[in-house]
């Protein structure tokens, strides 16, 4: 199976470095993939990130804000895999702070997508531990797995979000809402099937049936904290999936792991002063 990965950054550059690291000196030297192209989708400062690093691509797009910018970072990403015409099976999506260091996981994922003919693997993103979710609702965006070509055919991309913020910014106003990526990705990932299916009325249960959700990560947020935030379980020891934002945290993972993979990942375990990390964005930021 040919795989690609499409990165998306604001930010956390650094992040995103240690990312490519992996990919290369982890995924890549298991043969588990062969060469795996990647894609990195940036809308952060031009001085942040001078040139590109291990990526095939880099892709810089403008940012527009914290929801909208991620959506515009999700399509360049894959416009820009169809552009380059790799010959692609599956995507992987990941932010730049999403590492995923078993690649094993991976081709477990890629394995049951193929065998079930499944389009994606996903997580509910309106789950807690004592709330089940529904992924047909939202889905995560930091880590999904995506049939290329069936998204390719049934164009799930571009999500479009500034047009659909146009159209519809008031109605949200109005609920007292926002307009999520999580919740337009799913939108179109419905629409799609719903367009294979001639409205059949078992629609729901029809795209659940195509839809692997990844059980090792759920729930992916613990609680609702008291400023109504929704907190998000960072580190999945088993599947080997690392989604700290604090990089003290981020180095105590990899010093454990002894992961030494690469320059950025060797001056993060080895560093005392982590300030140079992400030009110290060490929680979440916006810019809006």
Not at 26 to 35: I, M, P, R, S
């Amino acid at each position: 199976m040919n795989i690609a990965v499409v990165i998306s950054t604001y930010n956390r550059v650094d992040d995103a470095r240690i990312n490519m690291e992996i990919i290369r000196n982890v995924w890549e030297k298991t043969n588990l993939f062969g060469k795996v192209n990647i894609v990195h989708s940036y809308n952060g400062k031009k001085e942040w990130y001078l040139e590109k690093y291990l990526e095939d691509s880099l892709v810089v797009t403008e940012n527009k804000g914290h929801f909208h910018g991620a959506a515009n970072l999700l399509d360049a990403g894959f416009l820009e895999i169809e552009r380059c015409k790799w010959d692609v099976d599956y995507l992987v999506f990941l932010a730049a702070d999403t590492w995923i260091t078993k690649p094993d996981f991976i081709l477990s994922l890629l394995n049951e997508i193929k065998e079930k003919k499944l389009y994606l693997a996903t997580n509910t993103w309106d789950a807690l531990p004592d709330k089940p979710g529904n992924v047909l609702k939202a889905m995560a965006s930091d880590f999904f797995v995506l049939d290329y070509k069936w998204a390719l055919d049934l164009n799930i991309f571009p999500l479009d979000y500034g047009k659909f913020k146009e159209k519809y910014e008031d109605l949200f106003y109005y609920l007292g809402g926002q307009i999520m990526v999580e919740k337009i990705l799913m939108a179109h990932v419905f629409r799609a099937i719903h367009n294979q299916t001639n409205n059949d009325p078992e629609l729901p249960a029809l795209v659940k049936n195509k839809i692997k959700v990844i059980e090792e990560r759920e729930p992916v947020h613990e609680k609702i904290d008291e400023n109504g935030l929704w907190v998000r379980k960072m580190y999945w020891p088993k599947i080997g999936l690392i989604t700290n934002h604090k990089s003290e945290e981020k180095k105590k993972i990899l010093k454990d792991l002894g992961l030494n993979v690469g320059p950025n990942c060797k001056k993060l375990i080895n560093s005392e002063n982590l300030d140079y990390f992400n030009h110290g964005f060490s929680s979440f930021q916006s810019v809006n």
